[in-house]
């Protein structure tokens, strides 16, 4: 396709606007960007301030942002973001307890997702990679607005515990997975905070995510939803009213005695939480009162598990294209051909409630 100057949009290449308080990390994330193809650095500015004033200026199409600066933070700047000139982010993260929380708010307010910079002796050359990876695919999500959802708990800063209710798993109760990755800790911030309290389910959760992060996302979850919401453990029971998530780094499954079982069994789809993983030990062990719900997310993780639960007899719900950062793991799972449900980002909490309460009627 041609622009009215006559030149192939598609090589049009995407410009990109690095924010970083660190010389060399503005250095470097310039020096590797301008040399991978198809990208260009538009500029480079050293805190929010300078690149909220940037942005109008230069006409970024992502931008890459430092979570900790002086002056204007990542999160502020991102907020400002959103709310002004809405467009792709992909953050830069420390692995630290504080940088995990704020990431993790990062991506429930729209960042579509980040990358942890590089430790002092790290293969920083692996770390760009990365960058570039997901700048690339950042480029062509669809940038959501974030929600405001309603808050059940405030969690205290230390040892965190939930105090609702749960009950043990009874004969009949139905267990829900949902799976997501590419935007999908805005996404889960929207079903979790809709559900309906008292639901007649349990729930597992499986975000693409690395170690250190979960446990904040877990944490965050908890703290905007009806249900008791944890980073999963060996031995956690299933439980209705409770959400367990897998933690960054473990596959996730259900035993026999409907217990959690965690393992670090080679990667499936390149990821370790894989969705399917947990899908698949669901529908084998829950069979008919097992739901599916895969939300937004790059790739086909999710799809394999659908089919078993599916074929199993539960209930299998896909995300809208409408609604995806990115609609790559729901597109795959419609095109398989076993979704029962295919729904806007708002109404799939109501589709796993209409899902549970169907299935209850027909037993």
Known sequence: MLSASGVSQEARPVRVLVVDDS?????????????????????????????LDMIPKVKPDVVTLDVEMPRLDGLSTLREIMAVCPMPVVMLSSLTAEGARETVQALTLGAVDFVLKPPAKANVAMVMNEVIAKVRAAATAKVMPPIAPRQFHQPTPAVYVSSKPTRALRRGDKVVVVGASTGGPRA??????ALAPRLEAAFL?????????????????????PLAIKEAEPGDAIEVGRGLLAPGGFHMMVNDHDRIELNQNPTVHGVRPAIDVTMASVAARYKEASVGVVLTGMGRDGT?????????????????????????????????GVANTIAKLPDVAGEIEKAVKTMNNEQ
């Open 23 to 51: 010389a060399y990390m503005r250095f470097t994330l310039t020096k590797y960007l301008n040399e991978a193809s198809g990208f260009v650095v538009v500029g480079a500015a050293r805190d929010g301030r300078d690149a």
């Open 188 to 193: 889960l911030n929207t079903v979790v905070a």
């Open 205 to 225: 959760i499986v975000q693409h995510m690395p170690v250190g992060f979960t446990r904040s996302l877990a944490e965050r979850l908890d703290h905007i939803s």
């Open 304 to 336: 394999n598990g659908s089919v078993l639960i599916h074929a199993a007899g539960g209930r299998v719900i896909a995300e809208d294209e409408e609604t995806c950062v990115v609609w790559g793991m729901p597109r795959s799972v419609a095109e398989a």
